[in-house]
């Protein structure tokens, strides 16, 4: 009898594939970094064949390097960057134009227009987010607007709309499956998460026809089967559900008041906060974290656009580390007291500033300043973000007493320290860094039967290093004070 399960976890810079057992232990993961483009200042966009044939391959490469056949798996849960959006053809599958990037913010006037006449409060309401290029809604409104045809072709219905999550089950059922799931759908500015549907008037707000829109289901759920013709086999897939939601349930954060932080590309920290939606009053995000049988759990959000992503611009553009890794040795060699502050900036600023028109900056450099400073900037930069979240959160009455991490990022001991101290936060690091697969794969196991209900999750997860403040509070208040000031200056600019 088949009884593997393999999670899609379709990542902004890689896509991997993890095929698990019935008890939920990850047996073998396969991985593929995945290139972006940035062909004018502020737009980030990537290639949506190159996004499956990604994930395609790392599905073969698992399946391979345990000697499975395609058979042997009993249910497929897909997990993936969120807001990230494409349109494509309804006949032919083929897509009108590159995924436009979650980080991209080629729509920030659009954004602020909307801020201008007054709507942000009824946005918020109605989806929990704000007015920010982030989302996918004013990013589908520019590709209607921008492509020759495209509007006339959407309101004919012969285009469909998705995030990632949606584009994967259109690819994998051979076109046969246009749908979503709420914790995607609650990423796009168009998805009411209070009457849990496509909101009407905000389809008339951006201007979007309904006829492109896809079916939104609970997280676990029966979405589709695999074409034969992709895989070789009919493969169920029971669960969809977007990257940091899905982490949220890896870190086993399933009672209100619980959070984790995750640092990929960018970070994003999320607490529970159970069957309420709680409006944030200084700038979280409110959303879906998952609805399972018609029930819905909402969390509170903050979201960092760069975090590793920094530590990529260190490797890619300024070529002063080869690896991400190496950054761990350099800061050993500076301190949090140095005088050289990095504000990560380059897709502007997320939580609690969103400011999508604000550039990177680099304040306090000496003629000392070299690798070992920028490294150590690089990282701070991330724990102060951090800093940034945790406040926020603690303003809107929630206190985090200690924070679970996970991520690509969180494999630096040396940054885990810093964030603990900076932020002034216990910090635990979860067993394995995968908490994002892990979450697909456990409402897949939900749904087949494997586990009864959420709270088996507990006894999967398991605690790994822990890592305590040992900065005096003081210390680690004066140096988050002055980036404030720096935040502050840099947004006083306005360069
Ligand atoms: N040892 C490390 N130190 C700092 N950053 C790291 C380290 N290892 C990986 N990263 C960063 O983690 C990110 C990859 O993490 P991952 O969770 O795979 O991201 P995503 O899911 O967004 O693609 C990269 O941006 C990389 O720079
Ligand atoms: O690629 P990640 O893991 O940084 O996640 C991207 C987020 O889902 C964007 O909202």
Redesign the pocket.
């Known amino acids: 009898m088949s009884k593997y399960i393999l999670a899609i976890?379709q990542?902004?810079?890689?896509s991997?594939a993890i095929i698990y057992n019935s008890a939920l232990q990850a047996l073998t993961t396969a991985?593929q970094e995945?290139p972006l483009s940035y062909p004018e200042p502020g737009w980030v966009e990537q290639n949506p064949q190159q996004i499956w044939q990604s994930v395609l391959g790392c599905i073969k490469q698992a399946l391979q390097q345990l000697a499975l056949k395609p058979t042997d798996i009993a249910a497929i849960g897909i997990t993936n960057?969120r807001e990230t959006t494409l349109l494509w053809h309804k006949a032919s599958g083929k897509t009108l134009y590159p995924a436009i990037v979650w980080q991209d913010r080629r729509t920030a006037k659009q954004c602020q227009q909307l801020k201008d006449t007054g709507c942000e409060p009824m946005l918020q309401q109605k989806t929990g987010l704000l007015a920010d290029p982030y989302f996918s809604a004013t990013k589908l409104g520019w590709l209607l607007d921008n492509i020759p045809g495209a509007r006339a072709l959407a309101e004919a219905g012969e285009l469909c709309f998705g995030t990632v999550d949606c584009y994967l089950l259109w690819q994998l059922t051979g076109g046969k499956v246009h749908a979503t799931d709420a914790s995607n759908a609650s990423r796009t500015l168009l998805f009411n998460i209070n009457s849990q549907r496509w909101d009407d008037e905000l389809l008339q707000l951006f201007d979007i026809p309904a006829a492109i829109f896809p079916q939104v289901m609970d997280n676990a759920a029966h979405f589709g089967i695999t074409d034969p013709h992709i895989l070789g086999a009919n493969i169920p897939i029971l669960s969809m559900i977007g990257?940091q939601q899905a982490a949220l349930l890896g870190q086993a954060c399933i009672s209100p008041g619980m959070s984790k932080s995750?640092?990929?590309?960018?970070c994003f920290a999320v607490v529970n906060t159970g069957a309420t939606v709680m409006l944030s009053q200084h700038k979280l995000l409110s959303t879906l974290a998952w609805r399972l049988e018609g029930q819905s759990t909402y969390a509170l959000e903050g979201s960092i656009f760069m975090?590793?992503?920094?530590?990529?611009w260190l490797?890619d553009k300024l070529g002063i580390i080869q690896?991400?890794?190496d950054?761990?040795a350099l800061a050993q060699q500076s301190s949090y007291q140095q005088t050289e502050l990095l504000i990560p900036a380059f897709t502007g600023l997320g939580t609690p500033y969103w400011r999508p028109e604000i550039n990177a900056a680099l304040f306090g450099m000496t003629r000392d300043t070299g690798r070992a400073e920028l490294a150590t900037a690089a990282?701070c930069s991330v724990a102060y973000q951090s800093r940034d979240l945790l406040s926020a959160m603690l303003k809107d009455g929630v206190r985090v007493d200690s924070l679970r991490v996970?991520?690509?990022?969180?494999?630096?001991r040396w940054?885990l320290q810093a964030l603990a101290d900076l932020s002034q936060t216990p910090i635990t690091r979860c067993h394995t860094?995968d908490t994002?697969a892990l979450g697909a794969a456990f409402l897949a196991a939900l749904q087949l039967g494997y586990v009864n209900n959420l709270t088996d999750i507990n006894r999967i997860w398991q605690s790994g290093e822990q890592f305590q403040p040992v900065l005096p509070a003081d210390s680690a208040q004066a140096l988050y004070q002055r980036w404030q000031r720096a935040c502050k200056a840099l947004i006083a600019l306005e360069l």
């Not at 990542?11 to 890689?14: N, Y």
């Not at 995750?262 to 960018?266: F, K």
């Open positions: 976890d990542g902004t810079t890689s991997r991985q995945l960057q990257d995750t640092y990929g590309t960018g975090a590793g992503a920094t530590v990529q490797r690896q991400a890794s950054t761990e990282l996970d991520g690509g990022m969180t494999a630096n940054y860094t994002t």
